[in-house]
């Protein structure tokens, strides 16, 4: 059984790069293309709030080693709060199709994805800035520009075993504000270090790029081609 399901079909969806750039937070980028268009100053993004604009693939817990633990649908997140109404995770369906392609990577090693967070309405990530003091606001992204986590093209992900379902030690919790959760930080022990590591290749080979200051963080390669939306999950 496939544990991607295509729920609806294309967008043509492809609106241009100009609305904005930032990811989980800011535009921190290691790795990856080039480089999209950057954004423009001082235009704030306007989310599309048309379901029928969203085009997004359902991602469901399966055996093949795909599970979602969905962080901002319980209260255990940064904020304390329940912030989605359901446990449910979606992306574009190219970067749906390339989470396979990970998947099956990891699968080899014996280990499995954790989604901890796929797509996000825009006024979720208005929610997430306001709670979030000005100083640690690197750490999420700015709701005039949006962010790639609310076009469907980001994914939050931990590594667990396929032998006992645990989650793997990293250098940081997830969503954790510090330096221990930037990709290239030295500390913490050479295990944490390692699976690390081997998230950030396995998910790298399949089409996505991480970010800096996220070990958890991944943009999909065709970000820039799919819109800033606004749409509720139980609309999707
Ligand atoms: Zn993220």
Same mark, same amino acid.
């Given at each position: ?14 609106? %241009? ?5 930032? *990811?989980?937070? +800011?535009?921190?980028?290691?790795? *990856? ?10 235009? @704030? ?7 029928? +604009? ?13 599970? =979602?633990?969905?962080? #901002? ?11 989605? &109404? ?10 749906? &199709?390339?989470? *396979?392609?990970?998947?099956? =990577? ?12 796929? #797509? ?6 208005? +929610? ?14 700015? @709701?005039?520009?949006? $962010? ?17 379902? &645990?989650?793997?030690?990293? @250098? $940081?919790? #997830?969503? /954790?504000? $510090?330096?221990?959760? #930037?990709?290239?930080?030295?500390? *913490? %022990?050479? &295990? /944490?270090? +390692? ?8 998910? /790298? %080979? ?27 999950? %139980?609309?999707?």
């Amino acid at each position: 059984m496939m544990a991607l399901t295509r729920r609806s079909v294309v967008v043509g969806a492809a609106l %241009s790069a100009a609305a904005g750039v930032a *990811g989980c937070g +800011q535009d921190t980028r290691r790795t *990856g293309p080039a480089g999209p268009t950057p954004p423009l100053a001082g235009e @704030p993004v306007i989310p599309l709030t048309d379901a029928k +604009q969203a085009s997004l693939t359902e991602l469901f817990d399966g055996p093949n080693g795909l599970r =979602l633990d969905i962080r #901002y649908a319980t209260a255990n997140n940064f904020t304390g709060r329940v912030l989605y &109404q359901s446990a449910r995770a979606f992306l574009v369906g190219v970067a749906a &199709q390339d989470l *396979g392609k990970a998947i099956a =990577l990891a699968g080899k090693d014996g280990f499995g994805l954790t989604i901890f967070d796929a #797509y996000r309405p825009w006024s979720v990530t208005k +929610q997430l800035w306001d709670a979030t003091p000005p100083a640690k606001r690197s750490f999420v992204a700015n @709701p005039a520009r949006g $962010s790639r986590h609310n076009r469907g093209c980001s994914v939050d992900i931990g590594l667990h075993r396929l032998s006992d379902g &645990q989650l793997v030690p990293m @250098p $940081s919790a #997830y969503d /954790e504000f $510090s330096d221990r959760a #930037y990709r290239d930080f030295p500390g *913490g %022990s050479a &295990q /944490e270090r +390692q699976n690390r590591d081997r998230l950030t290749y396995y998910v /790298e %080979s399949a089409g996505f790029f991480g970010i800096a200051n996220e070990w958890w963080h991944f943009d999909h390669r065709d970000w820039a081609k799919y819109p800033v939306l606004d749409v509720v999950f %139980s609309a999707l």
